[in-house]
Every structure is written in structure tokens, then in C-alpha cells.
């Protein structure tokens, strides 16, 4: 058994080699024609995995450590016999702290408070719901928008255009996968006519696929004037991305909202136990054989939760500023988008530390937006 693994496939090697041979490569350098030892390919979301790539390889399982499969013909790879397994949700939960620490930096830098604003999300599926879940906590007002789930009826929502959340949202969120055809095609879903739309002062954020947003639509409308704050994780054409984009953007970042340390880990963990399971073997793996203890373990805070607190908080754990920071000094390097991804530094989520706390409410809600707290009563 030989395995063909992207190198930043986090713990792939570890995992795979108690089934056979590793080899790693880049994951741009994944290309035909795969070696005929090849049996099993473990890839993310760079590596396109076609029939171009595979047609007449000896690969007969595929995995995927990513959420999204826009990169993956999955029909062709049906038709070829070939099993296939992705990462469903894994990095779900970076993406949404990623997006609330986006947020929250742009809430104290403007001096807003997010209770003020709506939160229009654009497709529901596990990052969109997840992102719900934590707003709707925190009191913070959403509105859907996600035009599939609607017509098959997923869900008991009250369903909104994407012209209602340009006229009635504050902040708008993208967690679409990238569709080309179809009624619901997400290819330039932000055109020029949704940007012209939008009323200045308004939040956009992508962290799903870069074309969802038409960058040269998004540049034009930010150099004619148009009041718009925007933070940008994916690009089009990336790793070749538009420095004079970046230029005018208020956060931009290397395409890492989901590289949580954690997510990672899921990520990896779910397609070895999905491997391991196609060939018939017993063995499993899990979050706490991966991942090493945080650097910050325990906080304890003495009063309850507001906006003020959970950004502290948020912070200690994740400045997004940062890679914001490492972006915009990193461009004149040849290949910094993809070396940023390789070296990215060992981001932890909320859920790495216990926040011991005396207020029950409080409690409550660091809880259920995805810190371990524990009610302690002062003494």
C-alpha cells in the first residue's frame, strides 16, 4: 500500500504509516501522472481531483481533509470505481471564530457594538449554522439566506433573499461552496450590480471560495469611493492575489480562516478513520491522540460576559490581526501566499481553554459559544 499525501495534510504521515509507504509533495504538485504504486491520494483543496489527474492510476480511495469538495469531480470518481471521503464540517469552527474575531477587532477599531448590527449569512450549512448558533447567543441578530436549503425545505427558517440581506443587513457573511451552473450559482454571486446595491458603511466578509466575490468588481467599487469595510480570506486566482486588492481592504489573510489547530486535526482524523474504515480495519484515531496541551490552559474571570470581555478573550486565544499583519509585509516574496499557508503558526480554538468564572449567565454563555467554562463561586 503507498499513499500519495499533501504535505500539509497535518499528522498524515504519522496516521497513514501504519498502512504502508507515505510519500509527501506540495500540494500544487500533485499532478498526472500519479506513480503506479499509488493506491490511496490525500489531498486538500489546491489539488484538482479529476479524471485528468487520475484516469488510468491505481488510486482506488481519495480523501480529502477539507470541507469543501468544489475540487473534487466526485461523479467522475464514482463512475471509476474510486472511494472518495471528505472532512464535512471539520473547520467549521475556525471559520466562525475566525469571522467573530474579525468582528470583534472591527467593532473596537470603528466603536460599534455588534448587538447593534444584523448579521446577513449566506449559505447555511455547518459553518453558516454554527455562526448562527453563537450570534443568536450572544444576542446578536441574524438573517439567512440560502436559496437550496429553502426549496428542499431543510430547516423550519424564515428564509431571505440575498436582496433583503443587502438592504437589511449590516454585516454580510459568505459560507457558500463555488457553483458554476445551475439557478443558484455562486460564481460572482457579488457582482457590480449587488455591490452598487449595497448601502456604504456595510461588512463584507468572504471565507468560503474567492470567486464567490468578482475582486475586480470589489476593487473598482472600493477605488471609486464606495464605503465598504471588507475582509478577504480567499481571493480569486490565489495563490496569486491582487496586492492592489489587499491595498484596500481592512483585513486580508492567506486564505487560513479554517487552519485552527484543531480543525486540522478533524480534518485529518476524519479521512484516516474513513480510510481505515474502506479497508476494513478496526483501527480509529481521535482529537486527544493529535493534538498537544495549549499554551494557556485556565483563565478565571470574576464578573459576567459582555462584548468587551469575549474579544479579551477571543484574543488571547486568536489576533487576526496578526495575519492580516504577516500578509501585507510577506507579498514581494515569490510564493509568500503558499508558504504563509505551509509554516502557519499553531492556532488553537476557543474550546483550548477552561474559563472558570463567577456568574452563572455568564457561565451559560461562554459555554455555549464554545469555551469549556465552570461556574465557581467566589469565596
Known amino acids: 500500500m503507498k499513499f500519495l499525501i499533501d504535505e500539509n495534510v497535518l499528522y498524515a504521515n504519522k496516521l497513514f504509516q501504519c498502512f504502508g509507504e507515505v510519500k509527501s509533495l506540495p500540494g500544487r504538485e500533485i499532478f498526472a501522472p500519479i506513480p503506479k504504486q499509488v493506491s490511496a491520494l490525500i489531498v486538500r483543496s489546491v489539488t484538482k481531483v479529476n479524471k485528468a489527474l487520475l484516469d488510468g492510476s491505481q488510486v482506488k480511495f481519495v480523501g480529502s481533509a477539507t470541507s469543501g469538495t468544489d475540487h473534487v469531480d466526485k461523479e467522475w ?25 474579525a468582528l470583534l477587532y472591527l467593532s473596537q477599531r470603528d466603536g460599534f457594538s455588534l448587538h447593534d448590527k444584523v448579521v446577513g449569512i449566506i449559505g447555511v450549512g455547518h459553518i453558516g449554522r454554527e455562526l448562527q448558533k453563537r450570534l443568536n447567543i450572544f444576542g446578536i441578530r441574524t438573517l439567512l439566506c440560502d436559496p437550496p436549503l429553502a426549496e428542499a425545505g431543510i430547516y423550519d427558517e424564515n428564509w431571505q433573499s440575498l436582496e433583503t440581506l443587502v438592504n437589511n443587513a449590516d454585516i454580510l457573511t459568505f459560507h457558500t461552496p463555488l457553483t458554476y451552473t445551475g439557478r443558484h450559482s455562486t460564481w460572482h454571486l457579488v457582482d457590480d450590480s449587488v455591490l452598487a446595491a449595497l448601502p456604504d458603511g456595510r461588512i463584507i466578509i468572504n471565507t468560503c471560495r474567492g470567486a464567490v ?77 493529535l493534538l498537544p496541551p495549549p499554551t494557556i490552559r485556565y483563565i478565571h474571570l470574576s464578573n459576567g460576559v459582555d462584548e468587551e470581555i469575549l474579544r479579551l478573550l477571543a484574543n488571547l486565544i486568536y489576533d487576526i490581526r496578526k495575519d492580516d499583519m504577516h500578509l501585507r509585509r510577506s507579498m ?31 457561565c451559560s454563555i461562554l459555554q455555549n459559544i464554545g469555551f469549556r467554562a465552570n461556574y465557581r463561586t467566589c469565596n
Request: proline residues 3%; glycine residues 6%.
Open 77 to 101: 470518481l464514482q463512475q471509476a470505481g474510486i472511494s472518495f471521503s471528505a472532512a464535512l464540517g471539520c473547520n467549521a469552527i475556525a471559520v466562525v471564530e475566525y469571522v467573530l474575531s
Open 213 to 289: 466575490i468578482d475582486n475586480v468588481a470589489l476593487l473598482q467599487a472600493l477605488k471609486s469611493g464606495k464605503n465598504l469595510n471588507v475582509v478577504l480570506d480567499v481571493w480569486e486566482l490565489e495563490p496569486c492575489i491582487s496586492l492592489d486588492l489587499l491595498s484596500h481592504i481592512d483585513i486580508g489573510t492567506p486564505h487560513i480562516a479554517g487552519y485552527s489547530l484543531e480543525g486540522k486535526a478533524r480534518g485529518t482524523a476524519q479521512v484516516f478513520n474513513s480510510y481505515s474504515a474502506h479497508v476494513g480495519s478496526e483501527i480509529r484515531t481521535n482529537l486527544q491522540d
Open 332 to 362: 514581494t516574496i515569490p510564493d509568500v501566499f503558499d508558504r504563509l499557508r505551509k509554516n502557519y503558526h499553531p492556532r488553537r480554538e476557543w474550546s483550548s481553554i477552561v474559563v472558570e468564572i463567577e456568574d452563572y449567565v455568564g
